[in-house]
């Protein structure tokens, strides 16, 4: 008996570039598609191979891509599960940023909303 697999397709993966740096294009690529709420948290990835074949492109560098996402908390893997959207991504920004000791001038910066994210969730993640 053959199992399914329930994989989603991502259309702005197509736009990939393959005469440059592909692995940096693809990891931009999710990266942008989980903050466009393309890829949902819990939502399966194609595996590794089949987005490889789909793209053109060295099955290499998916999986580096994958494991950088992985790395910085955009996606989760499991042996035997796949590779899925991180379900805690937007779990992670604290409620209320912890207050700094000493105000600092970057504090003061108009940031756009997912550098603020990516920074309120390193602070989160740093030990006290």
Same mark, same amino acid.
């Given at each position: 008996?053959?199992? @399914?697999?329930?994989?989603?397709?991502?259309?702005?993966?197509?736009?990939?570039?393959?005469?440059?740096?592909?692995?940096?294009?693809?990891?931009?690529?999710? @990266?942008?598609?989980?903050?466009?709420?393309?890829?949902?948290?819990?939502?399966?990835? *194609?595996?590794?191979?089949?987005?490889?074949?789909?793209?053109?492109?060295?099955?290499?560098?998916?999986?580096?891509?994958?494991?950088?996402?992985?790395?910085?908390?955009?996606?989760?893997? @499991?042996?035997?599960?796949?590779?899925?959207?991180?379900?805690?991504?937007?779990?992670?920004?604290?409620?209320?940023?912890?207050? *700094?000791?000493?105000?600092?001038?970057? +504090?003061?910066? +108009?940031?756009?909303?997912?550098?603020?994210?990516?920074?309120?969730?390193? @602070?989160?993640?740093?030990?006290?």
């Amino acid at each position: 008996m053959s199992k @399914r697999r329930s994989t989603i397709e991502i259309p702005s993966l197509e736009a990939i570039n393959r005469t440059a740096n592909v692995g940096r294009q693809l990891a931009q690529a999710l @990266r942008n598609a989980i903050a466009r709420s393309e890829l949902r948290s819990g939502e399966r990835l *194609p595996s590794t191979r089949s987005l490889a074949a789909s793209l053109k492109i060295a099955r290499g560098t998916v999986v580096e891509v994958f494991d950088q996402l992985t790395a910085e908390g955009y996606l989760e893997a @499991r042996v035997g599960a796949g590779t899925r959207v991180a379900a805690d991504l937007m779990d992670a920004t604290p409620a209320r940023p912890p207050t *700094p000791a000493v105000p600092s001038t970057a +504090d003061a910066v +108009d940031l756009p909303s997912q550098a603020a994210r990516l920074i309120s969730i390193a @602070r989160a993640l740093t030990p006290h």
